[in-house]
Structures are given as structure tokens and as C-alpha cells.
């Protein structure tokens, strides 16, 4: 898709936005198949010490990598117009973000494109009656060798990323690792609910489990938690937000072909429950997000 200009707190115990200052700030386990499951990467994601890059920019400016070719950057800004004197307008309140998609943590940019409410393949509105979500995504294109192009969370600047997330309410990042790190036992399929928002963390920490998939408070896994202000997902207008780490095992039981072409055309009933359960949690906590 071609980049577009188309654009511990319970919520409910905030005073409501005003319109003008939200506009104003817009400038589970499965059976799984040993083949896809190889096909993911085979190492732990890395940590900001193991990164060859200290930011996006730093990477962007490295004439050794280019565009197109080692990496690409998607989003979507959906846009706002309001012409009406006596009513306000809506608004899109929660953005999506995938900072290692593509090759580098497989499986997040296909989940981040369907919990904004597009489907992987073709960017259908999916469902259609909505709602959508803005995204972002940063994915590795290479053959092999992604993880060399993986920025921590912390160190994201890319410009985009932070302009979608600091013009909204809330973030979701979606992130990938291995089971090892989850200290939940080998070969788990499993998420780890981290970030600031503790109120969007227990949403999906409670659809997570009625939809049968494995998920724990990633607040004990400190390489996990993503609770640093500086963390991508955290850089809100509420200055807080969540991440899902998600371990290869259950990453590879979404989809029935583990390729960058075949992910999009071939996910699994378990990713469309895990889509719907995150999408719900982030309704449950917009319905209490009145903006006046």
C-alpha cells in the first residue's frame, strides 16, 4: 500500500477531553504445523543492547539500508473534516502500531492491519460496519537477516509513530517473542499483556481468556512489560498505552502458510479470535472515553 495523507488508572476516572484539545494535537493454543512454525524467527527478538541502530532515524539515514528493499513503513491517518456549526464531529480515537513487522517479528504487521479493522489481504474493511482504527507499521523486507533492522520500542522516532500516537487517546503495539521469555514453559502459545494502561491491559487479559487463549501480565518480565514512558505505545495523549507480546508458537498458529505472500491469504480461525477479542478490549475502553 502506497503511504497516504487520507489520512494503573481506570479512564473512567478522567475528566473528559475537550474536542478542541483532541483536534488540536493532530499535526489458545493450536495444533500447529512444523513447517510454519520454522518458518518464524528461529532467535529471540531482539533487546535495545543487542540493536545495530540506537533509532529509526539512525537506520533511515544508513545509506547501506534502503526503502523498499530492506524495509518498508505502512499507516494509515484517517481523515478528519468538520464543517457542521452546531454538532462535533467524531474522531478516530486508538492507533494501531507494529514497530517489528514484516520479516523481524513475523505475524504483527497481518495483526496489526486486522485489529485497525482491515483485512491482510487487500485492506477490506473487515468488518465492514467497523470501526477502523489508524496504523503503522515498520517491516523488514529482506530474504533473511530482519532482526539486524529490529529498533527497540523505546528508541522508535520515527516521525509518523509518533505524531499517530500522540494525537490519540490510546496505542496498541503488537510485538512477537519467544516462549523462553514468557516464562510460561517451553513451546507455549501464549501472550503477555504489557504496557501503561492498566485498564486496557485487564480488558485484554479478560477477552483473552474467554476467547481460550493463553495470556499473563507481562508486569514481572521487565525486557517485557513495555512500562518505560518512552515506549512507543506510551507516547498518548494520556501518556499511556498497551503492547502484546506474542510468542512464536501462537504466531504460527495463525496462519496456514508461514510466508510473507502466504500469511495474509491463509489465516486461521485462531486469528480472527485473537483479532476480535483485542478489538473489543479497545471498544470496551473507548465507550469511556467521551470527548466534549
Known sequence: ???SNSSARDVRSRPALSRRAVLGGLTVAAPLAGAGLLNLASAAPAVAADDAYPSNTALYADPAVAEGVDYARRYRRHALDDQDLATGGGFTRSVILAPHGGGIEVGTS????AVAGYHPDGLAPTPPEGPRHDFWMFEGLRSSDNG??????THCDDTLARSLAAASFNALALHGCTAAQTGLGSGVAAVLVGGRDASLKKA???NFAAAGITAADAADKPDLAGVSPDNIANRTLRGEGAQLEITTELRAAMFEVNTRAGRKKSTTPLFWDFTAATRAALATIEAAQPVL
Open 1 to 3: 500500500m502506497k503511504k
Open 110 to 113: 497481518e495483526l496489526c492491519l
Open 148 to 153: 539486524a533492522l529490529h529498533v527497540t520500542a
Open 204 to 206: 485484554l487479559l479478560r
